[in-house]
């Protein structure tokens, strides 16, 4: 069974300011790791995905995650946020079939003029 | 290119009755999965329909069922609503090249939000 963590909830931030946001994940089988936005009333957007090769990954909108196989972790950052980005941002793990993927709870990131 | 669309956007439903949410998933995809959002929360998996038949389950009731039809479109069903199943659905699709094959990436609809009252 696989499992994901989002550690923080809220993330305020200042515009301009760099942000990270922090997920890890449990699986005893390889996976698939994605972030996806949610803005205020929609549905999900996919921002990036790690599925195998460089454990680097660049998304939409100048987002990058990095996968690390030791810590099982698949944080997400930005150098410089805009206010657009206040969104609420989810980590999600699907095993390589695809048939099942496992969100976190999600962290709010607002960022604050 | 339309991508996933669901219908309603939104449904008020009393205790005890029965919903019906649908979903049409992007054109060229095959698979269709469910999910249930409760307010402050991320994403539930319901289930996934491939070929018509239900692939993989998430821990909800019996209550919570779904079907595939030939075109891909989906449905999914709910009885005996509960105050707790007040939520936002989220329909995704993707596109599956065999039944042991990797799907790609998973597209979302806006979802149906659901209010038991």
């Known amino acids: 069974a696989q499992s994901v963590t989002q550690l923080d909830s809220q993330v305020p931030v200042f515009e301009e300011a760099p942000v990270e946001l922090r997920c890890n994940y449990s699986?005893?089988?390889?996976?698939?790791l994605f972030w996806y936005v949610q803005y205020p009333n929609q549905g999900l957007q996919l921002l990036l995905k790690?599925?195998?090769?460089?454990?680097l990954v660049k998304g939409i909108n100048g987002f990058e995650a990095e996968f690390n196989k030791s810590q099982t972790s698949f944080h997400l950052r930005k150098p410089s946020v805009h206010i657009s980005d206040t969104a609420e941002y989810f980590c999600?793990?699907?095993?390589?079939?695809?048939?099942?993927?496992?969100f976190g709870a999600g962290t709010r990131l607002f960022v604050k003029a | 290119d339309a991508g996933v669309t669901q219908s309603p956007t939104h449904l008020i439903k009393t205790r005890g009755q029965q919903v019906t949410l649908r979903c049409s998933p992007k054109?060229?995809?095959?698979?269709v999965s469910w999910y249930q959002q409760a307010l402050g929360q991320g994403p539930q998996f319901i289930f996934q329909?491939?070929?018509?038949?239900?692939?993989q389950r998430g821990n909800f009731p019996d209550r919570f069922s779904g079907h595939q039809f030939p075109n891909y479109s989906s449905e999914l069903n709910v009885n005996a609503l509960l105050l707790g199943d007040s939520a936002l659905y989220l329909c995704?699709?993707?596109?599956?090249?065999?039944?042991?094959?990797?799907?790609?990436?998973?597209?979302f609809g806006q979802g149906t939000r659901l209010t038991v009252v």
């Open positions: 995704a699709s993707s596109y599956r090249a065999g039944t042991g094959a990797r799907t790609t990436e998973a597209f």
């Open positions: 699986s005893s089988v390889s996976v698939y």
């Open positions: 790690y599925l195998s090769g460089s454990t």
């Open positions: 999600a793990v699907s095993d390589r079939g695809g048939f099942k993927t496992i």
């Open positions: 054109s060229g995809h095959d698979t």
């Open positions: 329909y491939y070929e018509e038949e239900e692939r």
